[in-house]
């Protein structure tokens, strides 16, 4: 794909095509530039090449050109760069080795904007290989779901001093499974919106939580102490 132009309208012809036939939607590998939303209306069925945990983490500081496998490259200003949401619940979902970046070095300045909302699909939703690294604002939004498992969820570089968090429930999410998630460098983790009506019975197993941003700056230098500040699952949590 040829950056510098946008592909959202490329990438929502494929998923026009995949919901009209009742097919899953494939991405090649590739850098997909997005500079408006990619809109999503029925349950999910995403599948990429590549992405997971190990996606960004051994890619930190490379240039775009050494990214491999299938990385969405939002340069959505104020808004999700995805959103997947039916317009009444639908039953399954399926995301697969996707990468996510708000920008493609760290020299980079990262675009105002949010990574990718999901809402309204479950009972048996499954998402795989999700990485999303690098956005301002919120890095996941869920909506509602439900009975939908996540696993190896990697969610890194979030807002950066901003008041976002790296997750974000808005909704009654009810039975959701995080399994073998890494969630780093935001100082910012969860966030529940709406506490009377947040998310009930989540559950992150073998899951890594680390604060700091020891990436950028001195703290890259001189060694972050917030490195001190770790821990992991499992956790279980109800409202």
């Not at 020891?214 to 499992?234: C, H, K, Q």
């Amino acid at each position: 794909m040829q950056l510098g132009t946008n592909q959202t309208p490329f990438m929502q012809s494929l998923e026009d095509w995949g919901k009209l036939n009742n097919k899953p939607t494939h991405y090649p590998a590739g850098i997909y530039e997005m500079q408006t939303k990619l809109n999503i209306t029925r349950a999910p069925q995403m599948i990429g090449v590549g992405g997971g945990q190990g996606s960004t983490r051994t890619n930190r500081f490379e240039t775009a050109r050494r990214l491999v496998g299938t990385v969405f490259y939002s340069r959505v200003v104020g808004d999700y760069c995805v959103s997947t949401s039916a317009p009444s619940f639908d039953f399954g979902g399926r995301i697969e080795n996707i990468t996510m970046l708000g920008n493609l070095t760290y020299a980079e300045t990262r675009i105002v904007g949010h990574g990718w909302y999901m809402n309204n699909f479950g009972w048996s939703g499954q998402v795989t290989n999700l990485s999303i690294d690098g956005f301002i604002g919120i890095n996941l939004g869920l909506g509602y779901l439900q009975d939908t498992h996540f696993d190896n969820l990697t969610l890194l570089h979030g807002a950066n001093g901003q008041f976002e968090p790296m997750l974000e429930f808005s909704a009654r999410s009810n039975f959701i499974y995080f399994n073998g998630a890494h969630i780093e460098e935001s100082g910012a983790m969860i966030r529940v919106r709406d506490g009377t009506n947040g998310p009930f019975e989540i559950q992150f197993n073998e899951t890594h939580f680390e604060v700091g941003n020891y990436f950028n700056g001195a703290a890259a230098a001189a060694g972050d102490p917030e490195l001190e500040f770790r821990y992991s699952t499992p956790v279980i949590f109800s409202n």
